[in-house]
């Protein structure tokens, strides 16, 4: 089996689907449309939250030979591959979302094998080993938690992914010191529900409950990965210690998500959130007071069932005095199975679309703001690959990505993978720009400093 160069030439194409939202589920049939137009022939392997909801709908669609769900993404290789035995794969991602349909069987569809089972019966985090296809990335992403304890009104999440389930530490540690030995020089710790990592473990000797911050120390003690990058972790899970931690350490990039979903009270209490929006205000005033270049950002939600325009003033007011760097705006979107979908007083469409815009430009504007903070500074950033994603900035330079979140323009041509310094000279279209510092690139002392 080797990978194909794009879609039309291959003979298995692999999508991988979110199901967080409706227009998610769209783009996920759309672009299994779109495949099995461009290339007929090809047999599509349909994975993900999506295909664990409601696989028979991914299975009655044109070009789809197999649905397998979450219960058996880790064995995703072994299962499709039969299918494809010598010949070339291509792999896409599709962002989708979906309902809940329980699922404690495997099925056989008529167009399509289905192979999903009940995701609640699994009890541990069966991943897959991380690898990179064709070294394409210079942050891979290592996915040490999975499902979510939280049940919010809105979220089917738990549902397709079951309970929280945590890698273990030693297989995270050989994980970590494998991608190193494979020269990578930052990695990204991800989860569902990342700051519960460790509460599935068996209690230390010490009578003392597994925390995330735990891992943190771990990784930083038994392996010499020069950067760690901390993905989304819910408001109540950013302890002092973990805010200390990041705060302190040259090791750990200066960046912090933590998902708000609405600033108003009542509005998370509906949501059935675990925290109110003086907690939420707190943490936030922390992290930047800690750490005062740290990027932050944060999910937002508009137009949860019955949302009035004095909650959503509650939302927008927190937003502008907040030291936000960047924001996730989503409109809610119902999910059938979920408390939410039933709830009276629906926020029609085209006022939920307008908050939507008020927000994406206030946060735009804040954006903008942290980013001219940084014109004239010297910075610290790693060289993207190519192919990442780019914007017509960069034509004949590279890309970086900043310890602290931000994308960087430089007018030198430099090698992927290489930390560099950086005096930037300007902010536009989102991004910074810049040239390289006499000096040139960053010494590993500097970064394991």
């Given at each position: 089996m080797e990978r194909a160069v794009d879609v039309?030439?291959?003979?298995?194409?692999?999508?991988?689907?979110?199901?967080?939202?409706?227009?998610?589920?769209?783009?996920?049939?759309?672009?299994?449309?779109?495949?099995?137009?461009?290339n007929p022939g090809a047999r599509i392997v349909v994975t993900g939250c999506y295909a664990q909801r409601a696989p028979e709908e991914l299975a009655s669609l044109p070009g789809v030979t197999q649905v397998i769900g979450n219960s058996h993404k880790h064995r995703l290789a072994e299962i499709a591959h039969p299918l494809a035995e010598g010949d070339a794969v291509a792999t896409g991602l599709v962002q989708a979302v979906a309902n809940f349909v329980p699922l404690d069987r495997l099925v056989s569809a008529e167009r399509a094998d289905v192979v999903v089972s009940d995701i609640f019966a699994h009890t541990e985090l069966l991943a897959a080993p991380v690898f990179d296809a064709a070294n394409e990335r210079t942050r891979p992403n290592l996915k040490v938690q999975d499902g979510c304890d939280n049940r919010c009104s809105f979220c089917v999440i738990p549902f397709v992914r079951g309970q929280s389930r945590s890698l273990s530490p030693e297989r995270i540690v050989t994980e970590v010191n494998t991608l190193v030995l494979a020269?990578?020089?930052?990695?990204?710790i991800s989860g569902i529900n990342l700051g519960r990592w460790g509460r599935d473990l068996e209690i230390s000797a010490t009578a003392r409950?597994?925390?995330?911050?735990?891992?943190?120390?771990?990784?930083?003690?038994?392996?010499?990965?020069?950067?760690?990058?901390?993905?989304?972790?819910?408001?109540?899970?950013?302890?002092?210690?973990?805010?200390?931690?990041?705060?302190?350490?040259?090791?750990?990039?200066?960046?912090?998500?933590?998902p708000m979903q609405s600033g108003s009270d009542a509005v998370l209490r509906r949501m059935h959130r675990k925290y109110r929006p003086w907690h939420y205000r707190d943490k936030i005033e922390k992290i930047r007071w800690a750490i005062p270049d740290a990027a932050i950002g944060?999910?937002?939600?508009?137009?949860?069932?019955?949302?009035?325009?004095?909650?959503?003033?509650?939302?927008?007011?927190?937003v502008e005095e907040l030291?936000?760097?960047?924001?996730?705006?989503?409109?809610?979107?119902?999910?059938?199975?979920?408390?939410?979908?039933?709830?009276?007083?629906?926020?029609?469409?085209?006022?939920?679309?307008?908050?939507n815009r008020v927000l994406r430009e206030l946060a735009a504007q804040k954006k903008n703001a942290f980013l001219q903070t940084h014109v004239g500074r010297d910075v610290q950033a790693i060289t993207l690959h190519p192919d990442s994603h780019s914007s017509a900035t960069c034509t004949t330079g590279s890309r970086a990505l900043t310890d602290?979140?931000?994308?960087?323009?430089?007018?030198?041509?430099?090698?992927?993978?290489?930390w560099i310094r950086s005096r930037v000279e300007r902010a536009e279209n989102g991004e910074l720009v810049g040239s390289l510092i006499e000096s040139g690139v960053c010494t590993d002392s500097e970064i394991l400093a």
């Open positions: 039309r030439s291959a003979s298995l194409v692999v999508l991988n689907t979110c199901t967080v939202t409706a227009p998610a589920d769209q783009d996920a049939r759309a672009a299994v449309r779109r495949v099995h137009r461009e020269g990578f020089r930052e990695l990204v409950t597994v925390r995330f911050e735990d891992l943190i120390h771990l990784i930083l003690n038994e392996t010499s990965l020069e950067k760690l990058r901390i993905s989304s972790v819910e408001p109540m899970d950013w302890s002092d210690e973990l805010i200390a931690l990041v705060a302190s350490s040259p090791r750990i990039a200066k960046h912090a998500h933590v944060a999910d937002v939600m508009v137009g949860f069932p019955g949302e009035s325009e004095k909650e959503f003033e509650e939302t927008r007011r927190i030291p936000f760097t960047y924001l996730h705006v989503f409109t809610y979107s119902p999910r059938p199975g979920t408390p939410a979908a039933t709830m009276k007083n629906q926020v029609p469409g085209q006022i939920a679309r307008e908050r602290n979140f931000l994308p960087l323009i430089l007018r030198e041509r430099v090698d992927a993978n290489r």
